[in-house]
């Protein structure tokens, strides 16, 4: 079967690190003119950073008509505890009023990590509740080599949401889902760990609807933002229907708002 090939904006994060990505806005260490729309705070590491997931969100906002500000603290390699200690992640909170802030770290599918995303979880959730935001948990997905630990990645970032009661982006999920509607669709990219583009639609998707209340079913194939400098999505119908499916199914058996 041929998939969607999404064109040349999606260029991977390769640098060391990405700090205060602004997904469009001229300033990328900027926290003002946010506007008066959903402000949403990425903190994460590459899986995050690959192909600019801040910026595919904001797209698919934007073609729904929905006003959404980003910005993310990205770093590669980090831990939730990495950014704790390097400061810029709790700046970046304490910067802005966010109304939503994300957090993400490596699979922690093993037992002592699910203790440490659950522990630091906890620390940023302090933080993001004194300045009057929620906390949102996104779930990534093991490397393509342990692909058994899907089940174990998805109940730690379930536990770590459900002990902050914060919002919970089933992505781990969805990809499981679009695989049972599609064997062939890769999600995975050429190291095999991160994303794809169409992995990185498919969380943009989860996440969309999670933020908005707004299920990607039906959505057309090309998506096109409003403001310059973001990315087109463009897919193929076939490809559109699974991710869209999937991504509306994981949040309704997975996901938490």
Not at 97 to 107: F, H
Not at 132 to 156: H, I, N
Not at 238 to 247: G, I, K, V, Y
Request: proline share 6%; with cysteine; net charge negative.
């Amino acid at each position: 079967m041929k998939h969607s090939s999404i064109p040349l904006f999606l260029v991977p994060l390769l640098l060391p690190l990405l700090l205060m990505c602004s997904s469009g806005d001229d300033d990328p260490f900027s926290l003002d003119d946010l506007g008066d729309g959903l402000k949403v705070l990425f903190i994460g590491n590459s899986l995050t950073g690959f192909n600019d997931l801040p910026a595919l969100v904001r797209t698919v906002a934007e073609a729904r008509d929905h006003d959404l500000a980003v910005r993310g603290v990205i770093k590669s390699n980090y831990s939730l505890e990495d950014h704790w200690y390097d400061g810029d992640a709790r700046r970046a909170i304490q910067g802005a009023e966010w109304d939503v802030v994300v957090l993400q770290q490596g699979p922690s599918s093993l037992i002592e990590n699910r203790i440490h995303l659950r522990e630091w979880s906890e620390r940023f959730d302090t933080l993001i509740r004194e300045m009057g935001g929620r906390p949102a948990l996104y779930m990534v997905w093991p490397e393509e080599a342990r692909r058994t630990a899907f089940g174990a990645v998805s109940q730690s970032y379930t536990a770590a949401a459900e002990a902050v009661n914060g919002m919970l982006f089933p992505v781990g999920e969805a990809w499981r889902l679009a695989w049972q509607r599609d064997a062939g669709i890769d999600l995975y990219g050429p190291d095999r760990f991160h994303p794809s583009e169409l992995g990185s639609v498919l969380a943009a998707l989860v996440i969309h609807q999670q933020l908005f209340d707004d299920s990607p079913v039906g959505f057309p194939s090309v998506l096109q933002p409003s403001s310059t400098g973001l990315p087109t999505i463009t897919l193929n119908e076939e490809d559109a229907t699974t991710l869209q499916e999937a991504a509306a199914e994981a949040n309704e058996l997975f996901g938490r708002r």
